[in-house]
Every structure is written in structure tokens, then in C-alpha cells.
């Protein structure tokens, strides 16, 4: 299993010097991926430019959506934003799209919420359609499972302990398999991780995740902040099956990054 880390796009505050300093360093090692977050109503930077960015200081790490919201975009200009992407980076993008699960983003777009299932289809065949990128789709439905094994080349989970993402990865492969795709889906997972500040970092989540109401204290609470639970988190994706698993920090500070390369060294 791969192990990447995200950019800190989505934490409030984040400027554009952070963003080019974390991904010179992740690309230095260990990592193997840059994965970002998409929120529209939220302080955040927008995921495709900041992969854009992280593609201009880096020459080996993969850059990942995990996920983009592909129905908040116009079919179009999705399209071009992930061609650009790949092109600005050398083909080490790989596009993980979601219909999403927030209303509020899809307010701030003028974007009806209903019929995003199906919005998102005809933008993943339009991908597929003379674009050769990498595709993952994520969500937790049937619908979701069906569209990942219908036009992607895997399968993006949301995040969660290991058991989460081993019952997710069982329904992905067995939608592939009901398709008669030869070979299995790749399987990508993420957790949030923050390595001595965990104050903060549960701050972020709680304020990230409030539109989930109470559940927002849960996932607070997976927040990763020793390297034993780090280690065994690891651990347990692995033994699950999970083919490149993203960790993203809860708290903006490239020291974050250092102390996560230590973990895993």
C-alpha cells in the first residue's frame, strides 16, 4: 500500500506560500501522493488550483482529488480543469469525483441539489469519453458503487476506521464484478491525522463536519494524533485491502508533515 498526505487547502487560513512549501517537501519523500479536499462554501482554496500550484514545485508525487464535487461544476470546465491539471503535472493526477454530501455548497453554486446522481454520470462519461486520466468515484450508495464500476478505474472512500473501509471496499468490488469488469477496482482510502497540536486539529473537524450535527464530535474524534495510532491505522488499510491511502492534516503547519514522514519511516 501507497501512502500519500493531503495539502491543507480546506483548513481555514491556509495562503498560497503554505501550500507550494508543504507540497516542495512532500515531494522530497515519503509520500505518494498529494490529495485536496473541495469545499465551495467553506474558507478554502479551490482544489484544482491548488494542485496546479503543488504541479509547479514537484516532479515525483502523484496530486489526487479526494474528492472534487463534480455536479457544483459546469461538464465542461470540469473537463478542462482536470486536462490541465494532469498536462501542468506530467499525467500524475488522478480524479476522484463525488456528488457530495452538502447542501450549502450546492447553494453557493446556484446548482439544484437533486439530480446530482445523474449530473455526475453524464460528467464521468464525458471523462471517459477521449480523456485518458485516472478516475475515482467515491460515495457510500449503490448508485455510487455502480457509477464507480461503470466508468472509473476505482474506488475513493470517505474516511473512517479500517473495518469502514474494508465493508465499502467489499460493496466496490463486488459492483465490479457485477459489471464483469476484468481485474479489481483500485481502492483508495483517507484519515485525518495531527501530530501534536490535537487540540486544534479537533477544532477544525468539529467546524469542517458541523453540517453533520452530533456525528461531527465522532469524527473529531478518529483525528489520528500519536504515531501508534497512526501506525496501526496504517495497518489496518492495509490488511483491508487499500491500494493508496491519503492523510490529511487537520492543522496548517509543515511541521505536521515532517513528524507524519517520521511515523512512517
Not at 516532479?59 to 464535487?69: D, K, S, W
Not at 468515484?137 to 470517505?158: E, I, K, L, P, Q
Not at 477496482?185 to 486544534?200: K, R, S, V
Not at 490488511?239 to 492523510?247: M, R, V
Amino acid at each position: 500500500m501507497d501512502v500519500g498526505i493531503g495539502l491543507p487547502n480546506t483548513i481555514p487560513g491556509t495562503d498560497g506560500r503554505l501550500l507550494v512549501e508543504w507540497a516542495r517537501r512532500a515531494d522530497a519523500g515519503p509520500f505518494s501522493t498529494l490529495g485536496v479536499l473541495d469545499r465551495l462554501a467553506y474558507d478554502a482554496i479551490d482544489p484544482f488550483a491548488a494542485l496546479a500550484a503543488a504541479a509547479g514545485v514537484t516532479e515525483r508525487v502523484g496530486l489526487a482529488t479526494m474528492i472534487a464535487i463534480g455536479p457544483l461544476r459546469n461538464t465542461a470546465l470540469l473537463v478542462r480543469q482536470a486536462a490541465s491539471v494532469d498536462a501542468l503535472s506530467g499525467g500524475r493526477f488522478t480524479l476522484g469525483l463525488a456528488v457530495g454530501a452538502r447542501l450549502d455548497d450546492y447553494e453557493a453554486a446556484g446548482v439544484e441539489h437533486r439530480g446530482r446522481g445523474a449530473r455526475l454520470s453524464e460528467q464521468l462519461a464525458a471523462l471517459r469519453d477521449g480523456h485518458d486520466l485516472r478516475l475515482l468515484v467515491g460515495g457510500m450508495t449503490g448508485s455510487a458503487f455502480a457509477r464507480m464500476a461503470r466508468y472509473a478505474d476505482g474506488y475513493a472512500h470517505n474516511g473512517g476506521p479500517p473495518r469502514a473501509f474494508a465493508r465499502a471496499a467489499a460493496s466496490a468490488l463486488a459492483a465490479w464484478s457485477d459489471l464483469g469488469r476484468p481485474g479489481r477496482p483500485l481502492l483508495w482510502g483517507q484519515g485525518y491525522f495531527a501530530l501534536g497540536d490535537e487540540d486544534a486539529g479537533a477544532a477544525y473537524l468539529r467546524d469542517y463536519y458541523a453540517f453533520t450535527g452530533p456525528f461531527a464530535e465522532k469524527i473529531a474524534a478518529g483525528n489520528l494524533t500519536s504515531p501508534r495510532a497512526i501506525r496501526d491505522f496504517v495497518r489496518g488499510y492495509e490488511e483491508a485491502g487499500c491500494d493508496q491511502l491519503i492523510l490529511f492534516p487537520t492543522v496548517a503547519d509543515t511541521e505536521q508533515l515532517e513528524r507524519l514522514a517520521e511515523v512512517l519511516a
